[in-house]
């Protein structure tokens, strides 16, 4: 049996780490905003390369409390990929702005600069590129628009921490990076948890603001704000994971170079390229083959887990149908859809297991 995603070996790996951050916690007697939240935002903010780290509660909030930060809102469009997780989308209309999606590169499966271009209008406020699967959207040519245009930028780095553009990591090339801590994430929380990384002090000081009722002092509310808050234990067990997060992305970019061997040559498949100045962190490792449904099924024989990164892209959701923005409005991001499928994946996935999943899809292909 290989598993997708092996959840439990990072605790058979880190178990002195993990409890020991436990019992500092529990016996501090202090649970939500205290010293753990404020040294895992120094840690990773120094991670990043940004000068502030703001803890929240998920990635989401990070996304929508950064558009909120930034004042926008209602009658305002923000540029989101056509290919991504509908995270991305919900939180551009959770402040009542309009999502504008553009289509991914050629390559794929990340936001396509070229046609960014053609996509703004005075109405453009924000470009949210997301660094999905872990690969670094071309960030040298979207900030460089941006920047011609007067308009902000904000990663959703959810995927893709530790990821680099030559040599500097996302969530810092940006004007702020959102984080998820998602426990399936390449660092994860063992709950939910979220961060903004920036390096202007006004946003992260609204946003710590804002993620606490909108207030600085007790009971006096400044705005309306969230609950939106990274707790201690949390942030505690992320310190602890912290250290080791390049080691594990190095552990997948092994996998990913194995899988990039072994599956090289199958007839109708597709293999990940990767442009020359992304380091990616292989948060998944996706194929594409219009043989999807055979793959799947001859690796659920071989009790090997794969999954699909994502089924329906977020224009064809129920969600999004008042968008009318029907079948063949976004005919790249809706052939990804049909085509692309996720393999087992991990820093603890055996270099054998690589081998077995490769030979699976080969003897149905060949
Ligand atoms: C996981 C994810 C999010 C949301 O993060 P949560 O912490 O689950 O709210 C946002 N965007 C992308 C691309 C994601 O993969």
Redesign the pocket.
């Known amino acids: 049996m290989i598993p997708f995603l092996d959840m439990k070996s990072v605790y058979a790996e880190l178990k002195p780490e993990l409890d020991a951050a436990y019992h500092r916690v529990m016996e501090s007697g202090w649970f939500v905003l205290g010293k753990e939240v404020e040294a895992f935002e120094a840690e990773y903010a120094a991670f990043c390369g940004t000068k502030h780290c703001v803890g929240l509660a ?3 909030e990070a ?1 929508e409390m950064v558009l909120r930060a930034w004042d926008i809102g209602p009658g305002d469009e923000v540029i989101v990929p056509s290919n ?2 509908i ?2 989308w919900l939180a551009v209309t959770a402040v009542g702005a309009t999502v504008v999606p553009v289509e991914p590169t050629p390559a794929g499966p990340n936001i396509d600069p070229e046609r960014i271009e053609a996509a703004l209008t005075p109405r453009t406020k924000a470009i949210m590129p ?1 660094h ?1 699967y872990g690969e670094p959207a071309d960030m040298d040519a979207i900030v460089a628009l941006a920047a011609k245009r007067g308009i902000r930028v904000i990663e ?1 780095v ?2 893709a921490q530790g990821a680099k553009v030559r040599g500097r990591r996302v969530g810092s090339l940006g004007d702020a990076g959102a984080h ?3 426990p399936s ?1 390449n660092i994860g929380a063992f709950g ?1 948890g ?1 961060a903004v990384t920036t390096d202007d002090p006004k946003i992260a000081e609204r946003l710590r603001t804002m993620r606490n009722y909108g207030s600085k002092v007790k009971y006096v509310n400044l705005e309306r704000g969230f609950n939106s808050r990274l707790d201690e234990l949390q942030a505690a067990f992320l310190r602890a994971k912290l250290p080791r997060l390049d080691a594990w992305n190095e552990r997948r970019r092994l996998i990913a170079a194995r899988y990039d061997d072994k599956l090289a040559g199958i007839p109708g498949l597709g293999l990940p390229r990767v442009p020359q100045w992304a380091e990616p962190v292989w948060h998944l490792y996706v194929v594409r083959t219009k043989r999807r449904a055979d793959v799947v099924k001859a690796l659920e024989k071989a009790g090997i887990g794969s999954l699909i990164h994502y089924p329906i892209p977020p224009h064809l959701q129920e969600a999004y149908a008042d968008l009318k923005q029907g079948k063949g409005s976004f005919p790249l991001a809706e052939e990804l859809a049909e085509t692309v499928l996720s393999l087992p994946m991990g820093p603890h996935m055996p270099a054998e297991a690589v081998d077995e999943v490769a030979s699976a899809i080969r003897s149905v292909l060949s």
Request: aromatic letters at 16%; proline letters at 0%.
């Open positions: 998920n990635g989401l996304l991504t997780y995270a991305t997301v999905l959703d959810a995927q998820s801590f998602f994430k939910d979220g």
